[in-house]
């Protein structure tokens, strides 16, 4: 069983950033991909991006040039970094692990408000 914490949301202006981050209970060797979505208010959850246990990464088009991933194994931790934060970025930001095992784990989201 993975437990995974995201942490990081809060209510900014357009133009600003953030990092969210996403803390796994379980060691990453066990993770072969962490990944983010957002759910929007009233809208289903959308992929945002992956990071692959090889670093390998890939960001949604929509989004690919204002949004990074990157991971911390050392912290069991996995990163999405926003620039430039617009009010369409306003979610629910969920972190999703990928067991080798084939198994996902969902954590309970953090809340990410954009202002105009």
């Known amino acids: 069983q993975v437990q995974l914490v995201e942490s990081g949301g809060a209510l900014v202006q357009a133009g600003g950033s953030l990092r969210l981050s996403c803390v796994a209970s379980?060691?990453?060797?066990?993770?072969?991909?962490v990944a983010w979505y957002r759910q929007a208010p009233g809208e289903p959850r959308h992929f945002v991006a992956f990071?692959?246990?090889?670093?390998?990464?890939n960001v949604t088009d929509s989004v690919k040039g204002r949004f990074t991933i990157s991971r911390d194994n050392a912290k069991n931790s996995v990163y999405l970094e926003i620039q430039n934060l617009k009010p369409e970025d306003t979610a629910v930001y969920y972190c999703?692990?990928?067991?080798?095992?084939?198994?996902?784990?969902w954590g309970r989201g953090t809340l990410v408000i954009v202002s105009p």
């Open positions: 379980e060691s990453t060797s066990i993770i072969n991909i």
């Open positions: 990071i692959h246990n090889t670093g390998r990464t």
């Open positions: 999703k692990a990928v067991t080798y095992g084939g198994r996902n784990y």
